[in-house]
């Protein structure tokens, strides 16, 4: 099953985190079906938290990898890296990365290059600044994106794509979930017609998901799943998401 529900710590945690949010977790989520939940936690810890979730099917994945796979290039980690550690995604163009550190359509799509050569299933994340918002060209943003970064990509065998609207990161705001899910059904279908090649799996919604908005998210037929970051940070919070969205879905 493809991933449904993503956590991402972001610049969070340590190997105490990892044991305390695993027991949370694990004392809180009442599925089966680990396989379709994934984390990312810091680089650092892939290795250790893999250890503490031990034999369940969880996956692990990374919130960032590098454009190239190997060379002069100080502080980067590759997409083969991560898989020689067991990571079987990795979230690409992060609208933080996109701000904080320049990151280009053009930089995007060759680390969505990179997880592909690598067997690794990139989280693409597309989304609109308020401003973008507020001048009404929501939809021709996140198709520029999307085309910007699959267009020297055309053959990726699998990839998720996150919709995360900048102002509703950390932000305690969610645009209208109908909204939402008419804009997966307009990723699905650029996708769809203008990359036949690309195995896209599913549409994930991310910004501000927590256990209060999941059930009204989860309810709309083109929001596959979510992206989370601050409400991850709570195991239990987090189990309890996973919860609704199974009660729901599956
Ligand atoms: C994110 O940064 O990917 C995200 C969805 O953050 P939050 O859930 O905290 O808005």
New binding site residues.
């Given amino acids: 099953m493809s991933l449904c529900l993503v956590a ?1 710590w ?1 610049l969070n945690g340590s190997k105490e985190f990892n044991h305390q949010w695993a027991l949370e977790f694990f004392k809180n989520f009442n599925g089966q079906n680990f396989s379709s939940i994934g984390i990312a936690p810091a680089s650092i810890y892939i290795d250790h938290l893999k250890k503490v979730i031990a034999d369940k099917s969880i996956k692990i994945g990374a919130q960032n990898i590098d454009l190239v796979e190997t060379g002069p290039r100080t502080g980067e980690i590759s997409a083969s890296m991560i898989k020689d550690l067991g990571c079987e995604f990795s ?1 690409i163009g ?3 990365r996109r701000i904080l550190f320049h990151e280009t359509n053009q930089i995007i799509c060759h680390k969505l290059i990179q997880a592909n050569n690598n067997f690794v299933v990139p989280i693409l ?1 597309v989304g609109e600044s308020m401003q973008e918002k507020q001048d009404n060209t929501t939809f021709k943003v996140i198709e520029q994106q999307i085309i910007g970064a699959l267009k020297d990509a055309s053959e990726l065998s699998a990839i998720i794509i ?1 919709y ?1 609207p900048v102002w ?4 305690g705001k969610i645009p209208n979930p109908k909204e939402i899910n008419s804009m997966h059904e307009m990723i699905k279908d650029v996708v769809q017609s203008r990359f036949p090649k690309i195995g896209l799996e599913s549409v994930l919604y ?5 256990l209060e908005n999941a059930s009204c998210l989860f309810e709309q037929k083109n929001i596959d799943g ?7 940070l709570d195991g239990k919070e987090f189990a309890l998401i996973a919860n609704v969205f199974n009660d729901l879905r599956v």
């Fill in positions: 991402n972001k979230i992060h609208s933080e994340c996150a995360e509703a990161i950390g932000s991310g910004g501000s998901v927590n979510a992206l989370i970051g601050g409400s991850s």
